[in-house]
């Protein structure tokens, strides 16, 4: 099974400014890496897919990278609908798809 | 519009069981991969089972067992039978849709609301 670890566990930062979150494989994913945000009480809404192509509706600012084990979503400039908790997760070897334990985006 | 409309959940003593279901409307479902998806009260994402256009369904270890999925092309409906049920069950169950996804990049491009699972005593 791959497991998916994401750092740090909490990220603060201000409205404005840049965030990087990370996640890692435990072995190669290739490219097959989402990313999710999950705001308090909604349910998981996807943001990218195949490591880098942003789903339907996402802004510009979100943006993903890596390859292998290595994975990075970068959002650009923090909107206050921004701050959530975001998850990675792998599709690539499955089942089972593992989901890294999330990291929360706060104000900082 | 898709639509993923979770329902069945409640609560359960240890050892019950309990049907969650899932109505699906405004994409093909006949040919969509299913999952189901939960978390357990402030805790992260866990990958449960999933169920492929034709009935092929894989499942997670802690549930291999005890949970079966199925679905209804008639009335494009899924559903989760959970028997055996323990208190580490207890948890929001998400309905997933793949959609846009394929069967070689299966990610979950559509999420229901949930419905909430509790099995306590």
């Known amino acids: 099974e791959i497991v998916m670890t994401q750092s740090p566990a909490t990220l603060s930062v201000s409205p404005g400014e840049r965030a990087t979150l990370s996640c890692r494989a435990s072995?190669?994913?290739?490219?097959?890496l989402a990313w999710y945000q999950q705001k308090p009480g909604q349910a998981p809404r996807l943001l990218i897919y195949g490591a880098s192509t942003r789903a339907t509706g996402i802004p510009a600012r979100f943006s993903g990278s890596g390859s292998g084990t290595e994975f990075t979503l970068t959002i650009s400039s923090l909107q206050s609908e921004d701050f959530a908790v975001y998850y990675c997760q792998q599709y690539n070897n499955w089942p089972p798809y593992s989901f890294g334990q999330g990291t929360k985006l706060e104000i900082k | 519009e898709v639509q993923l409309v979770e329902s069945g959940g409640g609560l359960v003593q240890p050892g019950g069981s309990l049907r969650l279901s899932c109505a699906a409307s405004g994409f093909p479902f006949t040919s969509a991969w299913m999952s189901w998806v939960r978390q357990a009260p402030g805790k992260g994402l866990e990958w449960v089972g999933r169920i492929k256009s034709g009935g092929t369904t894989d499942y997670a270890a802690p549930v291999k067992g005890r949970f079966t999925l199925s679905r209804d092309d008639s009335t494009n409906t899924l559903y989760l039978q959970m028997n055996s049920l323990k208190t580490e069950d207890t948890a929001l169950y998400y309905c997933?849709?793949?959609?846009?996804?394929?069967?070689?990049?299966?990610?979950?491009?559509?999420w229901g609301q949930g419905t909430l699972v509790t099995v306590s005593s």
């Open positions: 997933i849709a793949v959609i846009t996804g394929t069967a070689a990049h299966p990610y979950f491009d559509s």
């Open positions: 072995q190669s994913v290739s490219s097959n």
